[in-house]
């Protein structure tokens, strides 16, 4: 544990502290040192979470020829992987580049939880801090005087699984035009040929889980202390924000390329 101590429990305990103390008003201490903090995690992974969100996005565009190399080969496991890579390799596309950023994330989480258990709430924890980091004496950890963030929070819990849904939601209906043209040009053609579409399946699997795991957000949150919860709501906002300028900034550059092309074209 003391890998564990050392790396993330003391520097982020030792950073909510500090964030603390030199707010004033300590009815809402906490509650902004968790924010502070929050943000300050997500611009410090701000590069690498762009970039998962858009290898989330070239996934989903790339996810028919996907399912049309696995139903060609799937009686040929080892086929079908060979097929795979070579496809990732043509399209430069990592598959788990999208998942960098919450496994890095993960161990952050499992500190905070720590944090926000024994760091708010046991005086004694106070020991851990380090010499340049000012005593308070002890952590007011009720927010806006009514939230104990020490302790588990139904409502919390819920904004979290809610502002999850509504992320997963955005990044399923976000589509260019030309990615919507696309789409039923697709469609129709597989509905001609009447054969199943065999991107309905995942997009009914992906569809599935966009329900689910904020149901599991839920039953996780209101387990634990809900300065946790409150973390993951900031964390998801500062999220939903990035994810909503990415994908606009994006689409503005596609609408861009497709007037140049057809300026090109008519050149």
Request: proline letters at 4%.
């Amino acid at each position: 544990m003391t890998i564990y101590n050392d790396v993330l429990y003391k520097p982020l305990f030792n950073a909510m502290v500090f964030l603390y103390d030199i707010i004033p008003d300590k009815t809402i201490a906490v509650g902004l040192a968790i924010i502070f903090m929050t943000l300050i995690i997500k611009f410090a992974l701000f590069s690498m979470s762009n970039k998962s969100i858009l290898a989330q996005r070239d996934m989903q565009k790339l996810q028919p020829k996907m399912n049309a190399i696995k139903a060609k080969y799937k009686n040929d496991k080892e086929r079908q992987s060979r097929e795979l890579m070579k496809f990732y390799k043509e399209n430069k596309i990592n598959p788990f580049s999208s998942c960098l950023p919450l496994l890095i994330q993960l161990p952050i989480l499992i500190a905070l939880y720590g944090v926000f258990r024994d760091g708010l709430s046991n005086a004694a924890e106070l020991g851990n801090l380090y010499s340049f980091v000012p005593n308070p004496g002890r952590i007011e950890a009720n927010f806006l005087g009514f939230l104990d963030l020490s302790v588990p929070n139904i409502w919390l819990a819920i904004l979290a699984g809610a502002l999850q849904f509504i992320q997963s939601w955005m990044l399923l209906k976000v589509k260019t035009k030309q990615e919507l043209k696309n789409e039923e040009e697709r469609k129709k053609q597989m509905k001609k040929k009447k054969q199943q579409d065999p991107m309905d399946a995942a997009s009914n699997m992906t569809k599935q889980m966009t329900y689910f795991m904020p149901i599991i957000t839920v039953f996780i949150a209101v387990s634990l202390p809900s300065g946790l919860a409150f973390y993951w709501v900031v964390t998801t906002l500062f999220a939903i924000a990035q994810q909503w300028y990415i994908m606009k900034k994006k689409e503005r550059l596609e609408f861009k390329d497709i007037q140049s092309g057809s300026k090109k074209k008519r050149n």
